[in-house]
């Protein structure tokens, strides 16, 4: 009787959370439509103009990428050294994004690069670096997805070398001469520029952790489909 009363209680955790991702999708989605008008308010950058406004979508990316990519190499460690299955699942959601999130920062940089420094693309530290970073993670997925037996333990190896090099490319444009900001612009902006970028850094956070939440719950729902497989076919 204890067991089943347990049993009986255990799914509501779950059932909470399962309610608790499309909230986060509609607040998030809520946030990107304002973020535009927040954006036209913002005062204009006074060397670059109107094209300093993609820093307000560019910068929280690529800062939600370092997380993504943190929250990969963590839950890899906790997989490699505690074999939890779970952790792994997460891992694999984040790596994902952290492509997704990666390929958006490569794209959007490029565009704003041309306006400001007149070329696409510069081999500086920074942007060098964030395209090692975002390849990293393309070989973690391709381990998954073509490595056979014994893939996961070695990208969760990769998945935490990924996570090592945050702190390379963050730190890059202090210790190099960059034709890439340093790492003192955030800090540094002015009153009416802080709310807008925090306030698009919340919606793409929340836009991340609602879908790592579906995207985890899909690859466990995909790791047991394969186990029911298997067993069919034994």
Known sequence: MLNEGLSARSPKPKAKMNRLYPLLLLVAAAMFAYA???ILAAPYESTMGLIQKIFYFHAP????????????GIASAIFLFGGRLGADRVAMAAAELTSILGLIVLVTGPMWARKAWGVWWQWDARLTSTLVLWLIFQAYLLLRRFGGPGSDRLAA???????????FVYWSVNVWRTVHPTTTVVPSLQPGMRGPFWYCFLAF??????????RTRLEKRRAELEALYLAVEE
């Open 36 to 38: 535009p008008f927040m």
């Open 205 to 214: 956070v929340l836009l991340y952790v609602s879908v790592l939440g579906v």
């Open 157 to 167: 190896g990769v998945a935490l070398f990924g996570m090592a090099n945050v702190p």
């Open 61 to 72: 990316v690529a800062m939600t990428m370092f997380v993504s990519a943190f929250v990969c």
